[in-house]
């Protein structure tokens, strides 16, 4: 996790453990183990809560598309119906004309 060009365990971008006047500006030793496992609660919410989210996405996207499956297959089979009435008028019309 990365905070205004460091990162949590206290090293820069190369892990250069930073001293504790760049990395702790205005904290007491004593407060920064605390601020550590403090963020690193929150990173442990912050991923579960996109977890939970991503689950019910997908869970809701999986919903939408068995409709979906099941509308399209209904609109297919009218309109293969509707294919075999087509031909069949074809085949009148033909006779038709073929009778004058």
């Keep these: 996790m990365k905070s205004f060009g460091h990162f949590v365990d206290g090293t820069d971008s190369r ?15 004593e407060n920064a183990p605390a601020m550590r ?9 912050l991923l579960e809560g996109i977890e939970k989210s991503e689950t019910t996405l997908l869970r809701e996207f999986r919903k939408w ?12 089979t009218l309109v293969e119906g509707f294919s ?17």
């Design 84 to 100: 075999d009435r087509m031909v069949s008028l074809e085949e009148r019309v033909s006779d038709l004309e073929a009778q004058r």
């Design 37 to 45: 496992s403090d963020l690193n609660a929150l990173e442990i919410r």
């Design 15 to 29: 892990g250069k453990l930073l001293d504790d006047r760049s990395y702790n500006v205005g904290m007491s030793d």
């Design 65 to 76: 598309a068995i409709s979906f499956e099941s509308r399209f297959r209904a609109n297919q």
